[in-house]
């Protein structure tokens, strides 16, 4: 079994930065990649940035300079660091992974609330 551990949300400013961060843990023989997604209230999940293995990465047009999603393997751990934030990126947001375990299996952790406001 896989978990995926997100932290760091909570409430920022207009221009203000966070850094979520989101630990997997479990039967983990190799991760192929992991990426955040958030959802705001009366809108569809989007994809907002995502890291593979061989350390590319792709990002949400919303979001290009001013987020950056970096991962530390010896840790199965990505980060997403948010600059600039807009109230627009209030949503939750949800880490995905896709695991390599017994199985391949697509992960998701229980999100955690984003909140851009003055």
């Known amino acids: 079994q896989v978990q995926l551990v997100e932290s760091g949300g909570g409430l920022a400013q207009p221009g203000g930065s966070l850094r979520l961060s989101c630990a997997a843990s479990?039967?983990?023989?190799?991760?192929?990649?992991m990426g955040w997604y958030r959802q705001a209230p009366g809108k569809q999940r989007e994809l907002v940035a995502v890291i593979s293995s061989d350390a590319s990465t792709n990002y949400a047009d919303s979001v290009k300079g001013r987020f950056t999603i970096s991962g530390d393997n010896a840790k199965n751990t990505v980060y997403l660091q948010m600059n600039s934030l807009k109230p627009d990126d209030t949503a939750v947001y949800y880490c995905n992974a896709f695991v390599r375990s017994t199985t391949y299996v697509d992960v998701w952790g229980q999100g955690t609330q984003v909140t851009v406001s003055s």
């Open positions: 479990g039967s983990i023989f190799g991760i192929n990649y």
